[in-house]
């Protein structure tokens, strides 16, 4: 059994910053990605970042590239997500997501929500 949990999230006005931090365990966890996806109300989940296990590579999408951060601390399954200069368009539910054995993103949080406000 594969747990991952979200932590932080709430309110933070517009051009403020928040993090999230995200942990997963259990014995069958391969975790060689961790991923942060977002959903807005009414609309579709995307992707927002992630982190590779190895190399420290990392991914963002174009919407968030310059404000974000992701890191991922070296030899555990805890990965963080700095947000910077935050705006309302990034109002969301915020998920974590980590691969598994077939490089799918199978295991999934049950989300934090972040509003920003003007």
């Known amino acids: 059994q594969v747990q991952v949990e979200e932590y932080g999230g709430g309110l933070v006005q517009a051009g403020g910053s928040m993090r999230l931090t995200c942990t997963a365990s259990g014995h069958t966890f391969y975790g060689v990605t961790m991923a942060w996806f977002r959903q807005a109300a009414g609309q579709g989940r995307e992707f927002v970042a992630a982190a590779r296990s190895s190399g420290g590579s990392t991914a963002y999408a174009d919407s968030v590239k310059g404000r974000f951060n992701i890191s991922r601390e070296k030899g555990k399954n805890t990965v963080y997500l700095e947000m910077n200069n935050l705006n309302p368009e990034d109002t969301a539910v915020y998920y974590c997501?980590?691969?598994?054995?077939?490089?799918?993103?199978?295991?999934w949080g049950q989300g934090t929500q972040v509003t920003v406000t003007t």
């Open positions: 997501a980590a691969t598994g054995p077939a490089g799918d993103y199978d295991f």
